[in-house]
């Protein structure tokens, strides 16, 4: 269930001090140059040092760094050029009792960073996203009272207030349960941190429409490590085509490159009930054991990929396009993809909308 709530809002003059939030997550090294975050928020507080475990947002709050706006719902919504718009219901949610499925593994140092963070700030200042069929979802716009607008590059950011006839999701947004999109490890840490304070696990969610048009999501690529590619090495049942730079990988292939290959390998196995189209899985399964590669490393964009390739890397994975719909099922089903299977966007701002880690 995901429960209204009030939500932070950095104060004008917090914003004339430190600059308009960063549209990233917190900081975590110094001198990046983001204008408001934990880290500058923190140190303006204390600088030098912390006391961890402290509630460093409720310091914001007493201190009006951070305001708290009376809310039923926040509707935010984020307009891009070329795109269509994405809305969705921003909220805190109960990990104890809501259906929530993960679709990718965690990495245990990033989980304990990210609880660093929650000790540091008292909470998260960045949703997670959650995906589920809400098809009311932008007419529940309709009739706000407060909204906030920024920039960010070439984005728009808007946060909405509705304060009449609160009510909780309609009854089609929790039947099947939540899907994670993007923060599975701001939610491991929020149960990590749930478990060592005796409190219970709430982290801030925005719940998108699995069906709008304005959610993207691009599948993340792999820089291998090993042997040369040798291609004899695999299936003879394989199937393996020639690719070009620029060619489209379907869903569930995957294209290995090197100095002396470039192909396409699909998948052998049909999709079982339970699994989607995933290239990351055909990697993980069919791909890297007869070809003695590694993953050594991510890649959002083919042109970063190729680049590390250019630079000396010794092969590069080129993972198939993703339907979020194969990311629903796989994880409704209890499969849980490799790490970095996916990288979804876009991406909500920092310190547009927050909340409090309630115990």
């Not at 259906?99 to 949703?127: K, M, N």
């Not at 996203?129 to 407060?146: F, N, R």
Request: hydrophobic share 40%; net charge negative.
């Amino acid at each position: 269930m995901l429960y209204p709530f009030q939500p932070l809002v950095f104060s004008e003059e917090a914003i004339g001090r430190f600059g308009e939030p960063t549209r990233l997550s917190s900081d975590r090294s110094p001198g990046d140059g983001n204008p408001v975050s934990v880290r500058v928020l923190h140190e303006a507080e204390t600088p030098g040092s912390y006391r961890r475990g402290e509630n460093r947002t409720r310091s914001f709050l007493d201190r009006e760094i951070m305001i708290l706006l009376d809310t039923s719902y926040a509707i935010y919504s984020i307009t891009r050029p070329n795109r269509p718009d994405m809305h969705g219901i921003v909220g805190v949610l109960d990990l104890e009792h809501a259906t929530v499925y993960p679709h990718e593994d965690v990495i245990p140092s990033a989980v304990a960073t990210r609880r660093a963070d929650i000790e540091r700030a008292g909470g998260f200042l960045e949703p997670v996203i959650v995906t589920t069929d809400l098809s009311h979802l932008v007419s529940m716009a309709a009739g706000d009272v407060y909204q906030r607008r920024v920039r960010y590059d070439d984005e728009v950011h808007a946060l909405s207030i509705i304060t009449s006839d609160p009510t909780s999701l309609p009854q089609e947004a929790t039947t099947d349960g939540l899907v994670v999109l993007d923060g599975h490890h701001r939610i491991a840490a929020a149960r990590q941190h749930a478990d060592l304070t005796s409190t219970s696990p709430w982290v801030l969610a925005m719940v998108v429409d699995a069906r709008s048009p304005g959610l993207f999501v691009e599948p993340q690529h792999r820089v291998l490590s090993g042997p040369p590619v040798d291609l004899m090495a695999m299936p003879g049942a394989t199937n393996i085509a020639v690719f070009r730079r620029g060619d489209v990988v379907p869903p569930g292939s995957v294209a290995i490159i090197s100095d002396t290959v470039s192909v396409v390998i699909r998948s052998t196995r049909e999709p079982s009930p339970e699994e989607g189209r995933i290239s990351a899985l055909t990697l993980d399964r069919e791909i890297l054991e007869p070809l003695q590669q590694r993953v050594e490393g991510y890649a959002t964009r083919e042109s970063d990929a190729f680049e590390q390739l250019d630079s000396g890397a010794n092969a590069v994975a080129i993972m198939g396009d993703l339907l979020i719909s194969d990311v629903m099922t796989t994880a409704r089903r209890g499969v849980i993809l490799p790490e970095k299977t996916t990288c979804f966007n876009p991406k909500v701002a920092v310190g547009l909308v927050g909340s409090l880690l309630r115990a």
